[in-house]
């Protein structure tokens, strides 16, 4: 039963995070459903760099890791960074309210950082 609970937290996220991806068009949905990397994904829209995983293996800097991802995440979407990215330490919860809002990005991604081509 936990398996199955997992499973599917898992998918809902990946969806949701797919979704969020389609506003920045960075990747495609498939692609987020791959562990890491659609987390890699989630970095590049919020403009965070990827070496910021790494912080996800550590103790107690994973919740910081986590606050500002996502917090970032928010903010290149016009919204408050504190709210969602503490919320994002209860299941994730601001990336759903993410995916399917009528928010879209304040600018676009620096030159640096091209977005991955739609297969």
């Keep these: ?7 599917v ?10 979704k969020v991806g389609e506003k920045f068009q960075v990747g495609v949905m498939w692609q987020y459903f791959i562990p890491i990397y659609g987390i890699i994904l989630i970095c590049r829209c919020a403009r965070v760099s990827p070496w910021w995983l790494l912080g996800l293996f550590v103790p107690l800097l994973n919740l910081a890791v986590v606050v500002y991802v996502y917090g970032s995440l928010a903010r290149q979407l016009g919204k408050n960074f504190w709210l969602n990215g ?3 330490l209860v ?4 990336i759903f309210f993410m ?4 928010s879209r990005p304040v600018q ?12």
């Design 9 to 18: 937290s898992y998918l809902a996220v990946a969806y949701a995070s797919g």
């Design 86 to 88: 503490l919320g994002a």
């Design 91 to 94: 299941f994730c919860l601001p």
């Design 99 to 102: 995916a399917w809002d009528s």
């Design 108 to 119: 676009s991604l620096p030159p640096g950082l091209p977005p991955i081509n739609k297969e």
């Design 1 to 7: 039963m936990d398996t199955v609970f997992l499973i």
